[in-house]
């Protein structure tokens, strides 16, 4: 349908050529460039990957499957100010998930359990890089 309509636009206007390719771009599926870039998952006192990848323009979502609440913040404890994204997750009670907001800078987020906040296992970090 669209190359019908490509050539009705090159027949007619001499620039059909660039038509043509707005209109691909607009129809084309985005391939892996959602914004859920990752999750998170917290079970039995533990988060999973400890480390995780994502692109500028992407978030994470954290899924808390433990048996208790977990308060999911940004590096360092306890001002929180290194990755403002990560602190949209906040508190997660048992079986609730929430997204972080989006990452725009390259750099990698350390995250804490703000409750247990010396707690390894509850610690973890969002890679974003291009
Ligand atoms: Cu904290």
């Not at 609440?69 to 997660?92: I, W, Y």
Request: contains cysteine; charged residues 15%.
């Amino acid at each position: 349908m669209y190359k019908t309509l490509c050539s009705v636009v090159v027949g007619v206007v001499l620039a059909g050529s660039l038509g043509c390719a707005w209109i691909s771009r607009q129809s084309a599926p985005s391939a892996g460039t959602g914004p859920v870039g990752a999750t998170v998952t917290i079970e039995n006192g533990a988060v999973t990957p400890k480390t995780v990848s994502i692109h500028p323009g992407q978030l994470v979502t954290f899924v808390n499957k433990d048996a208790k609440e977990h308060q999911m913040f940004s590096n360092p404890h306890p001002v929180h100010t290194d990755c403002r994204p990560m602190n949209a997750v906040g508190k997660l009670t048992p079986g609730q998930s929430r997204n972080t907001a989006l990452f725009q800078d390259v750099k990698n987020c350390g995250f804490h359990d703000h409750g247990d906040h010396d707690n390894a296992a509850l610690q973890g970090t969002i890679s974003v890089a291009n």
